[in-house]
């Protein structure tokens, strides 16, 4: 916001990281993993969502991959490696991963496979709470 902006102002600049929210990290090969707490930025702007099982739910946000037997929903014409927001059935954003599998190939996969790679959930604020930035 403009007014931690203006309060971040009156810090020194050799003291001062960034003000605002950390989206991510670059990792040590250059490339930039998101973090949870980019979540309530990405989610109202995700293009490809996915919605898990209430019984499923728990197991993500422990930070498993979700399974096709806990899918519930998944946008039309998601393509496999694409980036995807993950939804509770009740529309509550839960985290973000990559999907496994395209849309396609989710209808006529077995039930123990995984269709959504874990990248990160709203759990990471109790599991990570003293590392999270």
Same mark, same amino acid.
């Given at each position: @916001?403009?007014?931690? %902006? ?9 003291? $001062? ?5 950390? &989206?991510?990290?670059?990792? +040590?090969?250059? +490339? &930039?993993?998101? #973090? ?7 989610? !109202?702007?995700?293009?490809?969502? /996915?919605? /898990? ?12 991959? =979700?399974?096709? @037997?806990? $899918? *519930? ?10 980036? /995807?927001? =993950?939804? #509770?059935?009740?529309?509550?954003? %839960? *985290?973000?991963? =990559?999907?496994? +599998? ?5 209808? +006529?996969?077995? !039930?123990?496979?995984?269709?959504? &790679? ?7 604020? /109790? ?7």
């Amino acid at each position: @916001s403009e007014k931690l %902006l203006k309060l971040a102002a009156s810090v020194p600049r050799d003291s $001062l990281v960034a003000p605002g929210t950390c &989206f991510g990290k670059f990792t +040590k090969s250059q +490339k &930039f993993r998101l #973090s949870v707490t980019a979540l309530d930025f990405l989610a !109202p702007y995700a293009k490809y969502k /996915v919605w /898990v099982k209430p019984g499923s739910e728990q197991s993500f946000l422990y930070g498993n991959h =979700v399974l096709k @037997s806990g $899918l *519930g929903r998944i946008t039309e014409s998601t393509a496999q490696y694409q980036g /995807v927001v =993950v939804y #509770s059935m009740a529309d509550v954003p %839960l *985290g973000f991963g =990559v999907a496994a +599998k395209s849309t396609q190939e989710c209808r +006529k996969v077995d !039930p123990l496979a995984i269709v959504v &790679f874990h990248q990160a959930d709203v759990g990471e604020y /109790v599991r990570n709470e003293d590392t999270l930035t």
